[in-house]
């Protein structure tokens, strides 16, 4: 952490806070103090902000939904380094849900945590990609009548090689996700989502606090093996939970390898 | 380094704007075609000279280069890549699509004597990296994995990275320092050439692939007995107006042909303090090129009247 930096510029109660310290359990139980061998990279957004500037590693703030091609970009550049990107579902299952795909499709070594609020929080609490049926919203003050993304089972229907979903509520099993997406899983497209409401946007439109709101999500999680149909997870209310699936396949950059090494073993024209 | 043409390009500018708030070496190759929307794709055009220089929101300032020919695109991309380096800017390389698909014999130099300065790295962790005491020098890129911890960020933010969305001075110390790292640089990023511009009666001012034009139509005028000259820029931004101004205050008329319907004329009208009559030829779509016979008739009618 960077403790220059602290207080935090979050709302009170807001769950980003529950997500750095999920981060820096994790380190400090992998025992790494330095992290000068991981990048953080994230976009434009409150989640976005988590790294950049409070936590203490090389990072880079970059455009709206741009993170995954500039991690994209620094892992093929420096491909000894571990890049992590954080963004919102505003950013990263909106704008920059095409990149996202792309990414997951080519099994991009990279870490992606997707902290899911509900909302554009920033900008006032509009609609977004992920919003419940239901929800009041600022864009929607009747509810919102569209259906929203499971994004989740998207990353896992592609290449990807590990997708959990979690909610800011199930603490250490969101820790371990991540550390096992840093230490047992180490390469290819990890993607972890993290349902987190926006406390002041979601809660507070509910008349909720963050307490309560983390003892609903506490009976709301449920184990996906036990959801017949992801799909009714919002639906129903209910947020199916657990590791959707968990590989070990060579990532991008070990193809790209032996792709160059194809190419080294071909005569030259020139 | 990335090439585009049209489309493409409106699309970087996001891109392009963050290069130039994160201040990060880039060249990008616009060859320009007809616009805007699809327009005519692969029909040549030069209607990109404006969004070239201030196509992204806020106020920034980055160099842009115009070749005249292949072997000038060898030149000014090596020349590119050397202000980008140096500068820590994105450097615009405006072709069009005429120049892009020329063929000619060019002569490359040897590979050991083209110079590219080296990235800067900062000496110690106390130097700053988006912040330099002179503002005609750059500061020092940190590389990432080397313990720097840097903060890069497209919002305003300090000499060592941390954001500041609130104050004045930030913002304004940043963004003049922006500004003054490329206009106090122009001797080294400004370059034109200039032909018979001493005792003209007619004078043009033209870029890339028009200028091949008005090359030749000189040519025409002066065998015709016509005292003509021309300026020609090769660097288009930041723009030095001096060369314009003396063609202006030497010329009776002033011919600005470009294929648009009328950019680059905005600056010779700039220039002129009202000595020469500054005429605009445009002419856009369908692949026609601004031919020499042309500019010589518009030339020859000024010179009768």
Not at chain 1, 99 to 126: F, K, P
């Amino acid at each position: 952490m960077r403790e220059e930096t602290l207080p935090t510029d979050f709302c009170p109660g807001c769950f980003n806070g529950i997500l750095i310290n999920a981060l820096t359990k994790t380190f400090f139980e992998l025992g790494i103090a330095d992290l000068r061998n991981y990048v953080f990279v994230s976009g434009i957004g409150c989640s976005s902000w988590i790294p950049s500037p409070y936590i203490k590693a090389d990072s880079l703030h970059t455009l709206h939904g741009r993170a995954i091609p500039v991690a994209t970009g620094v892992k093929l550049a420096r491909p000894d380094l571990e890049v992590i990107v954080i963004g919102g579902d505003g950013d990263l299952a909106s704008i920059g849900l095409g990149h996202l795909i792309h990414a997951a499709r080519r099994n991009m070594d990279l870490l992606v945590i997707l902290v899911n609020n509900y909302v554009y929080g920033m900008t006032g609490g509009q609609m977004s990609p992920t919003t419940p049926i239901g929800l009041v919203t600022t864009t929607t003050p009747y509810g919102s009548f569209e259906l929203p993304i499971n994004i989740c089972k998207l990353i896992a229907s592609t290449n990807a090689n590990y997708v959990a979903r979690w909610t800011i509520a199930h603490f250490i099993n969101l820790k371990n996700s991540i550390k096992d997406a840093l230490s047992k899983y180490r390469r290819g497209f990890r993607f972890i989502e993290v349902v987190a409401p926006c406390v002041t946007y979601v809660a507070r439109r509910l008349g909720k606090s963050a307490g309560n709101i983390i003892k609903e999500l506490l009976k709301l999680g449920i184990k996906i093996k036990d959801l017949n149909d992801l799909d009714k997870y919002s639906r129903e209310g209910k947020i199916g939970i657990g590791i959707l699936k968990a590989e070990d396949k060579p990532g991008y950059v070990e193809l790209y390898r032996e792709y160059v090494k194809r190419g080294d073993s071909c005569e030259r024209t020139t | 380094m990335t090439a585009t043409s049209g489309p493409g390009f409106s699309l970087m500018q996001e891109g392009i704007g963050y290069a130039v708030m994160t201040e990060t070496p880039l060249v990008i190759v616009n060859v320009m075609r007809v616009g805007p929307a699809t327009g005519q794709a692969t029909k040549p055009a030069q209607g990109d000279l404006m969004q070239s220089r201030w196509g992204r929101h806020g106020d920034q300032v980055i160099p842009v280069l115009a070749p005249e020919s292949p072997q000038e695109a060898f030149e000014l991309t090596v020349k590119a890549f050397a202000i980008a380096e140096e500068l820590r800017v994105p450097v615009i390389l405006l072709s069009d699509e005429i120049i892009a698909h020329m063929r000619e014999v060019i002569e490359l130099p040897n590979y050991e004597s083209i110079k590219i300065p080296d990235r800067r790295k900062p000496m110690s962790i106390d130097e700053t990296p988006f912040g330099s005491k002179d503002p005609r020098i750059a500061p020092p890129m940190p590389s990432l994995g080397e313990g720097y911890y840097v903060l890069v960020t497209g919002s305003t933010h300090n000499e060592w990275g941390y954001r500041d969305t609130r104050s004045f001075e930030t913002h304004y110390k940043l963004l003049k320092r922006l500004w003054n790292k490329v206009w106090l640089n122009i001797n080294r990023i400004f370059e034109y050439e200039a032909y018979h511009v001493d005792d003209a009666d007619v004078g043009f001012v033209a870029f890339g692939s028009t200028a091949r034009s008005v090359k030749m139509a000189v040519k025409i005028l002066k065998e015709k007995g016509v005292k003509a000259g021309f300026v020609r820029l090769k660097t288009l931004w930041p723009l030095d107006l001096k060369p314009i101004r003396n063609l202006c205050g030497v010329c009776k008329v002033v011919i600005v042909p470009e294929l648009s319907l009328g950019q680059l004329v905005l600056d010779v009208e700039r220039a002129n303090e009202g000595n020469a009559k500054v005429i605009r030829y445009g002419k856009i779509g369908g692949g026609e090129l601004i031919y020499p016979r042309e500019l010589v008739k518009i030339a020859l009618e000024e010179v009768k009247s």
